[in-house]
Structure formats: C-alpha cells, structure tokens
C-alpha cells in the first residue's frame, strides 16, 4: 500500500533485530533491485532508515545521491534512486522497525506524505502486534495440549516408579 499510495519506486518494512542493534528488511515491493550483496541489513543509527530508528522520527531526503548518510551511494546512481521517506514502527511507545518507500522522482516526498506513512505505520504496527499476540498464544496452547497429553499418560500408570521415571523422562 506504502508504494502505491505513494507513487513510488520500492517501499520496504525492516525490523529491528533481538539485540537492537540492527533493522532487518522483513518485506520489500517495487520495481528497484537490491544493492550488491541482497537487502541491507542497517545499523540503528549508521544510516538514514537507521537514524529513523534511533531517533524514532521521519526522515524525507530529497535525493539521497547527494546526502552523505545514504549506503549505497553507487547503488543510487544506478538505479536512478532520488527520494526517500522513512517512518518508524511504533509499538508500544518503543520504536520496532521502519517502514520506508524511495523514488526515482527528485523531492517526490512532502509533509503529507510523511502523515500518509505514518498512518499505515501505525496500522502495520496492530497488524504486528496482533501477530506476535497470535503467535505467543498458539504456543501456550500447544504447551498445554502437551502437558494435557503428559499428565493422561501419567494419571494411567499405576506402578509408583514408572510414574516417577515418565515425570524425569
């Protein structure tokens, strides 16, 4: 939706790694190859979408091929990359990720385009929590049903020491 609603080249939505040093691509549209190597992976402060991430406020870059904070210089002028916009991922106050677009359009991005991004961000963000609460749920469940399966088991034996070793075991 970022892409299309933006009109842009490619839009991606990073996440920030366990240890919170990173931001990790999770899922990528558009029309642009990645830079040599695959998708970045970005250090939280080491780059634009970084700086997104470590500062937790949007970034609107009207070309990044002259903006010294952009990774892959070489890979811009390639690819025709001019614009940027970043939003963070808010998520309970704390900043999870980063969703982005970037065109081939010099200053194809403004002030309302940044509360658009920030709109689906915020929308991106329930869908996250709402997956990672889904996720957590089905495995307390599925503990459960194994613990269900463990003590059907062990309620059957009647001899004292099997019933012991079945609990070690």
Known sequence: ATMELLDGD???LFLISADGKTIQPKVSYGNIPDPPGGPPVLAVGGSLGGMVVRDGRPIVIGNVQKDAKWREPDWAQREK???FIGVPLIIRGQVQGLLNCVSKTP???NESDIELVQALAAQATVALE??????????????ISRLNEINRNLSSILNLREVLDRIVL
């Open 10 to 12: 490619r839009a991606r």
């Open 107 to 109: 200053d194809k991005f």
């Open 81 to 83: 990359v001019c614009s």
């Open 130 to 143: 709402n997956a990672r609460s889904f996720e957590e749920l089905n495995q307390k469940s599925m503990l």
